[in-house]
């Protein structure tokens, strides 16, 4: 795609808004839609134009990017009323970097091809601050030759670009890969609560075995704000639980049995219960103080 | 400690044999016993002398080096007949890199007490190749200033080595370790096993999934070796059945309830119900494999 090619943004949440704002700085025209009207605002100030609807934008551009929150606001963004599927035209391309369902992915994919417009899935994984720098991981379904002709536009957002195959299969390596953040995640948690059972600092703890074949991203960036009590979200829990829950239906739908995932999910369920949705993922370890009758920060 | 300490060494197996020839290369005397004869033969060949029994290697020695199988092998040698607490003198240390359990750590260096013989508990991460290399991880245990006499010892064989705190706390660190790796590697197992029955070429998820926050030793070194089918063992199923054991009964003894790392043991089991004891730990991915009817390899 060249520098003219006009992209359209629909969802301009705390993920949309510096991935939009990236286009603008590559010099692409950028038409924007959003459900609410700051958003909107934020980026017209920056230099974008505002679109009615999503069928206003779809005429108006080339590529419509949406990142929304789940399948049922991509189905309702992508072909219900004033959807972008009302707006076709010849060449039009829609790169759903929402993560959501791989098969409505390809339940969309088929309507598209009825109305001659190219779907590509493209989730994304790195976080707000990944989306400001610029450095998002984005995994990639669809036509191979209609992905090659985006990859200037991924480029302007992200850094690890990967063609994962057919439509949906971005959708898949990005459930994967909240399957592993989230056993990870319990890996670390539990030793952590050991550690501190057992009588050892967990400071002294991580040291030690994130230097080995223990070592993760987890360890490395999560277990300190743990123990500084810092449980500000990168990644909230409510999030990571619409992820889990995508994760464990695909799993459902191609008989896969995913007891540690599974276990992870009923684990983040009770700190919702205990109304801690809005935490970052880093509180799971919440989960096993309370099991153990212990806290890391007392 | 200077150079011209006079160290024993105990245990010359896969792990103890190259330890040894470090320890031998930075020029200590070295006096080793070990329960068969072709272990000490290889090391008495470099240079080595043979010890009698573990009472006469402490008496010959100022520290005396154990990495045996389990706790019932520690305390054979370092209780039994013959053993080190029988060759007791004045100054001596029994530094013991053996993985066993925290409370059995804790009773040897109480029967040491009366004796006058320092216990200090350093097992190790890091697998033969660290072993060789001499760049192992060693968490210790036991009194700080002892450890600090020991630590170009330590220098010898390791490259991260970890004061813990009081005895015992090396083993729990060693076994917050194996927490980590046991669950870390379930993550890759069923993000692999996933993909496969998404129909996504899980190199491709690998690809994508090790750049960012899912990123772990187990994925960048494991996964490769599953999707070569190599099985062969880095780290054995067998070893590390008995290191979830000691995990399990320390989190048992400590009433920490740790399901997921209770998950990975249990699917351990199944393995070695089909024979694979002998198989590296990255085999984990074929108890998944045939819950879910499927291979990565075909």
Not at 119 to 140: C, F, N, Y
Not at 217 to 225: C, D
């Amino acid at each position: 795609m060249e520098q003219n090619t006009r992209i359209g943004f629909i969802g301009l949440g705390i993920m949309g808004q510096p991935m939009a704002r990236n286009l603008l700085e590559a010099g692409y025209a950028l038409t924007v839609w959003n459900r609410s009207q700051p958003g909107i605002d934020a980026l017209v100030k920056d230099g974008a134009t505002e679109g009615a609807s999503p069928k206003d934008v779809a005429e108006r551009s080339n590529i419509v990017i949406t990142i929304v929150g789940d399948a049922p606001d991509v189905e309702q963004v992508a072909l219900g009323d004033d959807g972008i599927i009302e707006g076709a035209h010849d060449g039009l391309i829609h790169i759903d970097m929402t993560t959501q369902s791989p098969s409505v992915t390809r339940q969309i994919a088929e309507r598209y091809a009825q109305a001659g417009i190219e779907l590509i899935d493209a989730p994304v994984s790195g976080g707000e601050r990944g989306a400001i720098d610029g450095t998002l991981s984005i995994m990639t379904g669809g036509k191979r030759e209609v992905f090659e002709r985006c990859q200037s536009v991924f480029d302007a957002m992200g850094k690890t670009i990967v063609y994962c195959g057919l439509s949906g299969s971005g959708q898949v390596v990005k459930l994967c890969n909240q399957v592993v953040v989230g056993l990870n995640n319990l890996a670390m948690s539990e030793a952590l609560v050991l550690a501190a059972k057992a009588g050892v600092a967990p400071a002294t703890m991580i040291e030690a075995v994130r230097a080995g074949a223990g070592s993760s991203w987890a360890l490395q960036n999560l277990a300190p704000r743990i123990l500084d009590g810092d449980f500000a979200p990168g990644f909230k829990i409510a999030h990571q639980q619409k992820d889990l829950r995508l994760a464990l239906e695909l799993a459902d739908q191609s008989h896969t049995p995913l007891p540690g995932t599974a276990l992870v999910h009923q684990l983040f369920s009770a700190l919702e219960a205990d109304g801690m949705s809005e935490e970052g993922t880093q509180a799971l370890v919440k989960a096993l103080e309370k099991l153990a009758g212990v806290s890391l920060r007392e």
